[in-house]
């Protein structure tokens, strides 16, 4: 009988297999296959970025000379190569002084989530998601895309539309590998307009 979560699914074990510290890594991949968002960044910051999956994609999808930040809570303990740097921290309360790789960036992603306590995720993703958009003047580049994860709820539409307000372009898009169970979709934003207003 299928175990109710499916947790060794098909994305699982091809991630076991080709090296990928998580299943993630094919959703960040599919992203990149439809949108082109990595392969001419010369640096990325990654949002919640542990176990580092999303880094390890960055890095073999940016340009060879990207830089690629990673900040999380929750340190990344795997060493990936020279062009990764990682640091621990609230990704929402960032001293920009203080980073190894000095933005603005090309692209933002954010895979950041709130700790599942079921009520109420969806509400403190969207959160989540709109302190993200406060940082984009600090962090993006005129011209930069972002990659952000929203668990869906309520919110949802309007989170979309703050970010419309600040991109020439904004799409939700649930990739394949995200589980059908789950409520998570991707903000896809290209094009940031800072001065534009949310
Ligand atoms: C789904 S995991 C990210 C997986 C990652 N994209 C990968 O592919 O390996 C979500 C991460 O967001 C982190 N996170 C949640 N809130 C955060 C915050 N305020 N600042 C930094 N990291 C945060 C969690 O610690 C967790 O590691």
Not at 12 to 20: D, I, N, Y
Not at 69 to 82: F, R, Y
Not at 91 to 108: E, G, I, K, M, N
Not at 159 to 178: H, I, W
Request: glycine content about 8%; charged content about 25%.
């Amino acid at each position: 009988m299928p175990s109710p979560r499916r947790t060794h699914d098909t994305y699982f074990r091809r991630a076991k297999a080709e090296g990928f510290l998580a299943r993630s890594a094919y959703k960040l991949i599919e992203i990149d296959e439809k949108f082109r968002i990595l392969g001419s960044a010369r640096s990325v910051v990654d949002l919640g970025c542990a176990p580092g999956s999303w880094l390890q994609v960055a890095s073999m999808r940016a340009a060879s000379q990207a830089r690629i930040l990673g900040i999380d809570l929750k340190p990344v303990q795997h060493d990936l190569g020279p062009r990764v740097h990682t640091i621990v921290g609230d990704a929402t309360r960032l001293d920009c002084t203080a980073l190894p790789v000095q933005p603005p960036f090309d692209v933002v992603l954010s895979d950041m989530a709130p700790n599942t306590s079921g009520a109420g995720d969806d509400l403190r993703s969207a959160t989540l998601c709109r302190e993200v958009l406060t940082l984009l003047p600090t962090l993006l580049r005129p011209g930069g895309s972002l990659v952000m994860k929203i668990l869906e709820g309520e919110q949802t539409p309007e989170v979309l539309s703050e970010t419309r307000a600040v991109f020439a372009q904004a799409r939700m898009f649930k990739p394949r590998a995200s589980r059908d169970v789950s409520r998570e979709m991707f903000v896809i934003g290209r094009g940031y307009r800072p001065g534009a207003k949310r």
